[in-house]
């Protein structure tokens, strides 16, 4: 009896689930460098609320807009939900059902006295599984840590690719204004030529056509950033007067050095929480498969007790009382073919997850490496090739070997080719962000200026 007391009264787990959350902030933090913050009550709110004022008040980095979303993404705030959940199972886990009392009051047809039973019974096959059950629950709460950090590091990648994305596109925005006003001068010059008789219609018309197309290339950029920064404003969970926040500076510069490549798969297969999760989830049925084959003949309920009655005489009879529930038409054969069905399911599903990490971090390696290949070409090579055809352009326009209009070309050209270095640029760091997430979060070995003049937190 004082084993069972102590089972019943020393085995409940606390439903608090800040310990487990502290976990979690932990795994992200070591691999994000930004911890998350989980607000239950209304001055935790308060804080958080003014947190992200704070973050949004000063341009916005790549970090920054990492820490808003971990601060103020509501789907997000969401899954830490789960967290609370699954350790109020395991608070349930660690309890025993609640006894059972019945009774019952008869009346004779005839003369007086009535006659009266009471029970009060337990449980005792239930007080015997608590620990089992508590285990069980104790695991699937690992589970679910691993399945949340899995979803704010996949938030992170989210927010870094979005961000660059955006920036990228406001940089474009910039340079195709400069063709736009360069286009809307030369168009002007061109009205003016043709009115002195100096250029035909056809010239007026092909000179003039750039401007407008230069038009809608800006427009058509200047909606893509509007798209591009909503996106964001999604990803990070602001609305409102919580939207004017501006973007910090450009693209951050492509190191010189890049991350080791060597061992990327098996850094991926051991780090990965999602991975991590999936073989939590295969134990788990395979631990509930073996109990259910060594308990498939037991009673699946014993209830034990006392009964006392009390008859019509007065005279009470006091004594045990125990209920048996037999395994004679269930004898559990559906319940484990199901398990072992789910333990094969749950096996594949890993190693398929495994195979898809694996060609992941080969694909983004690949996609990095040659997003990285093709921006430095650009911006070492085509790029300051334009520029110098520019810069030469210009000095025969100066000595009028070349007209306003080849001037124009070789202008458009050099910014034809810092669209395509953008492109690539951003490619990089998208690629870069894709590659941390299907690694579990972080780069081994990051050079230290990857993030210059990006990250001045």
Same mark, same amino acid.
């Given at each position: 009896?004082?084993?069972?007391?102590?089972?019943?009264?020393?085995?409940?787990?606390?439903?608090?689930?800040?310990?487990?959350f502290?976990?979690?902030?932990?795994?992200v933090?070591?691999?994000?460098?930004?911890?998350?913050?989980?607000?239950?009550t209304?001055?935790?709110?308060? +804080?958080?609320?003014?947190?992200?004022?704070k973050?949004?008040?000063?341009?916005?980095?790549?970090?920054?807009?990492?820490?808003?979303?971990?601060?103020?993404?509501? +789907?997000?705030?969401?899954?830490?939900?789960?967290?609370g959940?699954?350790?109020?199972?395991?608070?349930?886990?660690?309890?025993?059902?609640?006894?059972?009392?019945?009774?019952?009051?008869?009346?004779?047809?005839?003369?007086?006295?009535?006659?009266?039973?009471?029970?009060?019974?337990?449980?005792?096959?239930?007080?015997?599984?608590?620990?089992?059950?508590?285990?069980?629950?104790?695991?699937?709460?690992?589970?679910t840590?691993?399945?949340?950090?899995?979803?704010?590091?996949?938030?992170?990648?989210?927010?870094?690719?979005?961000?660059?994305?955006?920036?990228?596109?406001?940089?474009?925005?910039?340079?195709?204004?400069?063709?736009?006003?360069?286009?809307?001068?030369?168009?002007?010059?061109?009205?003016?030529?043709?009115?002195?008789?100096?250029?035909?219609?056809?010239?007026?018309?092909?000179?003039?056509?750039?401007?407008?197309?230069?038009?809608?290339?800006?427009?058509?950029?200047?909606?893509?950033?509007?798209?591009?920064?909503?996106?964001?404003?999604?990803?990070?969970?602001?609305?409102?007067?919580?939207?004017?926040?501006?973007?910090?500076?450009q693209?951050?510069?492509?190191?010189?050095?890049?991350?080791?490549?060597?061992?990327?798969?098996?850094?991926?297969?051991?780090?990965?929480?999602?991975?991590?999760a999936?073989?939590?989830?295969?134990?788990?049925?395979?631990?509930?498969?073996?109990?259910?084959?060594?308990?498939?003949?037991?009673?699946?309920?014993?209830?034990?007790?006392?009964?006392t009655?009390?008859?019509?005489?007065? @005279?009470?009879?006091?004594?045990?009382?125990?209920?048996?529930?037999?395994?004679?038409?269930?004898?559990?054969?559906?319940?484990?073919?199901r398990?072992?069905?789910?333990?094969?399911?749950?096996?594949?599903?890993?190693e398929?997850?495994?195979?898809?990490?694996?060609?992941?971090?080969?694909? @983004?390696?690949?996609?990095?490496?040659a997003?990285?290949?093709?921006?430095?070409?650009?911006?070492?090579?085509?790029?300051?090739?334009?520029?110098?055809?520019?810069?030469l352009?210009?000095?025969?326009y100066?000595?009028?070997?070349?007209?306003?209009?080849?001037?124009?070309?070789?202008?458009?050209?050099?910014?034809e080719?810092?669209?395509?270095?953008?492109?690539?640029?951003?490619?990089?760091?998208?690629?870069?962000?894709?590659? @941390?997430?299907?690694?579990?979060?972080?780069?081994?070995?990051?050079?230290?200026a990857?993030?210059?003049?990006? @990250?001045?937190?």
């Open positions: 009896m004082a084993a069972v007391t102590t089972t019943l009264l020393g085995g409940c787990a606390s439903v608090n689930p800040r310990p487990a502290d976990d979690v902030r932990k795994t933090a070591e691999r994000s460098k930004v911890q998350p913050e989980w607000p239950r209304a001055s935790e709110a308060s +804080a958080a609320e003014q947190a992200v004022a973050l949004l008040a000063a341009p916005l980095t790549a970090g920054r807009a990492v820490e808003v979303a971990f601060l103020n993404n509501p +789907a997000l705030q969401a899954t830490f939900e789960e967290i959940i699954s350790q109020a199972g395991l608070a349930q886990a660690a309890r025993v059902a609640n006894p059972e009392i019945s009774g019952f009051v008869r009346f004779p047809s005839e003369g007086a006295g009535r006659n009266s039973e009471l029970s009060l019974v337990q449980n005792v096959f239930d007080v015997f599984m608590q620990p089992l059950r508590k285990k069980v629950a104790a695991a699937e709460l690992e589970q840590k691993l399945r949340v950090a899995n979803e704010v590091l996949t938030l992170a990648a989210e927010v870094k690719e979005a961000f660059f994305t955006l920036q990228a596109r406001e940089q474009l925005v910039a340079r195709l204004s400069v063709i736009r006003d360069l286009t809307e001068t030369a168009a002007a010059f061109a009205e003016k030529q043709h009115g002195a008789g100096a250029i035909g219609d056809l010239e007026l018309e092909s000179r003039t056509v750039i401007h407008r197309e230069s038009r809608v290339d800006v427009a058509l950029a200047e909606a893509d950033v509007r798209g591009d920064r909503e996106r964001l404003n999604r990803l990070l969970g602001l609305w409102g007067p919580h939207t004017t926040w501006s973007l910090a500076g693209l951050p510069e492509i190191p010189e050095a890049e991350i080791p490549l060597d061992g990327l798969e098996r850094i991926a297969v051991t780090d990965r929480q999602d991975l991590l999936a073989r939590r989830g295969v134990d788990l049925v395979g631990r509930a498969l073996a109990l259910r084959r060594k308990t498939r003949f037991f009673p699946v309920g014993i209830q034990v007790g006392i009964n009655e009390k008859d019509v005489t007065g @005279e009470r009879l006091t004594g045990p009382e125990l209920a048996l529930q037999l395994p004679f038409f269930d004898t559990g054969k559906a319940s484990i073919a398990l072992e069905s789910e333990h094969r399911r749950a096996q594949r599903q890993l398929a997850l495994a195979v898809n990490a694996r060609s992941e971090v080969r694909e @983004e390696r690949d996609r990095m490496l997003a990285r290949d093709l921006a430095l070409y650009y911006g070492r090579v085509l790029l300051p090739q334009r520029q110098r055809i520019l810069a352009t210009l000095q025969h100066n000595a009028m070997f070349k007209g306003a209009y080849d001037l124009l070309l070789a202008k458009q050209a050099e910014v080719t810092e669209k395509a270095y953008l492109d690539a640029w951003r490619g990089y760091w998208i690629a870069r962000a894709r590659l @941390e997430r299907a690694l579990g979060g972080s780069l081994p070995a990051e050079p230290a990857a993030d210059a003049g990006q @990250e001045g937190r």
